[in-house]
């Protein structure tokens, strides 16, 4: 099992930032790929951003690139979202998530939250204009 727990979400004006974080409990995530989605009122959870627990390799959903930085603290079992450069669009229920790893594992399967097995309770970011 793998616990997890984000935090950091809050209400901010546009153009302003936030810095999630989830800590991660229970087993090593070596193996394992990290991603944070997020869902809007009445919307599909969308992919974020991801990163391979061993070897740091990010990538993003267009929407985010150049404002988004997922990034991972080994020594704390951490994965952290810096979001920038906040737009109202940004305003959704934010979830972390981890997959692991395996044969059938790719770049496209890391983007589709049915393959992350766990998921944290999310926290609401909130983008006013």
């Known amino acids: 099992q793998v616990q997890l727990v984000e935090s950091g979400g809050g209400l901010v004006q546009a153009g302003g930032s936030l810095r999630l974080s989830c800590a991660a409990s229970?087993?090593?995530?070596?193996?394992?790929?990290m991603g944070w989605f997020r869902q809007a009122p009445g919307k599909e959870r969308e992919f974020v951003a991801r990163?391979?627990?061993?070897?740091?390799?990010?990538s993003y959903t267009d929407s985010v690139k150049g404002r988004f930085t997922i990034s991972r603290d080994n020594a704390k079992n951490t994965v952290y979202l810096q979001m920038n450069s906040l737009i109202p669009d940004d305003t959704a229920v934010y979830y972390c998530?981890?997959?692991?790893?395996?044969?059938?594992?790719?770049?496209?399967?890391?983007?589709?939250?049915?393959?992350?097995?766990?998921w944290g309770q999310g926290t609401q970011v909130s983008v006013s204009s």
């Open positions: 998530a981890a997959g692991r790893i395996d044969a059938s594992t790719t770049l496209m399967t890391m983007t589709r939250a049915e393959k992350y097995a766990y």
């Open positions: 229970g087993r090593t995530l070596g193996a394992y790929y």
């Open positions: 990163i391979t627990w061993n070897t740091g390799t990010t």
